[in-house]
């Protein structure tokens, strides 16, 4: 029996509209399809592409509110929250439309042979295979230097945001792409690995979960295709003594039930120096508190449901079992009642450290508190993961800050601000946060072919 794909109000529990899979016949015609467009899409004048992506950020821009509703409707962000994020793609379309030219013009090979430069070069019909979270967002991210480049792309979404990928594909095609340049393949998982071995994808880009990273970069791998791989984040949220505390403890607050706290670079890990902890504890705890829970469609609402009925149960089972371990809940720790995937903002300190809220990633508004003795502490108890994708710090003192930034093991540090991806700077984690990198002209050149060329005289 083929099973439908299906788009899920989270909010409600009901089931908006379905979607039949695509066919045997009819994925491998996308795949012919995307091969033919690549040949004569992989010539067109970067110029060209550059007008294109502009078109697709005016149509992000001008359309942002019924945008943000499909992703509202899906997956349960707040409204404010999901237009921002079509506001945020048209940013990234109109980085690459300014700057993609010059990213990929020639490169003199300085201290090399006489007359040596680098090309870069596309290198095919590319797969991104993407998560829920931020529906537009991750997609863009991947679709707008892909296409820049002269690549073109086939998206298999997360099956729960079906309306998105479709919606992604019209923009594109709105903005004037050729025909099957980019192009939403609606299957489940289990045709991923089709797709992956097909001769006529080049590489994979992947945003989601360790577990489908892992199958992903092993299915690449034994077909010698090159991929990048976006996964899990237990980000610290570092607080030293001569932090503006007050700051500090509001950016906390947003930073944990950003996107209803269900974001790999969302703070999860608060760790805080032992002579402001009491402070800093009370002053958060009272922060989450005050969190407006409500429906996704209300501007007021800070915090909606969680995307999937599955996501609620697994993270309600995480702080069960951990408290269960010994870890207390300082507030929140179950779900609220009524339809819809809601859990309470929660806040659990004293987390032992076998425990699934030390050990793994909480994908949802539970934070998780720990005390340092002091700065070398904090470096211990931050870099005490398996994940390595971003990290916020606290401090004005210079000294403290470069310690931070030199031995915390992360893609990412930032200092005094909240981890938040931009279009102009690297995106990408180490250890088991993935590896590659997204953005700026380090995504621009994941998917080129970097032609080294020598000219002799």
Known sequence: MVMMIASINPATGQTVRTFDPLTDAGLEE??????????????????????????????????????????????????????????????????????????????????????????????????????????FWQVFRFAAPALMAGNVGLLKHASNVPQCAIEIERIFRRAGFPDDVFQTLLIGSAKVQRVIEDPRIRAVSLTGSEPAGAQVAAQAGRQIKKTVLELGGSDPFIVMPSADLDRAVRTAIDARILNNGQSCIAAKRFIVDARIYAEFERRFVEGMQAVRVGDPMDEATQLGPLATPAILEALHQQVRRSVEMGARALTGGQRLPGPGNYYAPTVLADVPGNSPAYIEELFGPVAVLFRSDDIDDAIRIANDTEFGLGASVWTTDDAEQARFVDQIEAGMVFVNTMVASDPALPFGGVKRSGYGRELSSCGLREFVNIKTVRVAQ
């Open 30 to 135: 996308k795949l012919a399809r995307a091969a033919a467009a690549y040949q004569s899409y992989r010539r067109t004048d970067p110029g060209v592409r550059a007008q294109h992506l502009h078109a697709a950020a005016r149509i992000l821009e001008q359309e942002q509110d019924r945008l943000g509703r499909i992703m509202t409707l899906e997956m349960g962000k707040p409204i404010a929250a999901a237009r921002a994020e079509a506001a945020k793609c048209a940013l990234a379309c109109r980085y690459y439309a300014e700057h993609g030219q010059q990213l990929l013009a020639d490169d003199v090979i300085a201290g090399g042979p006489a007359s040596s430069y680098l090309r870069y070069q596309p290198i095919g019909p590319l797969l991104a295979v993407m998560p829920w979270n931020f529906p």
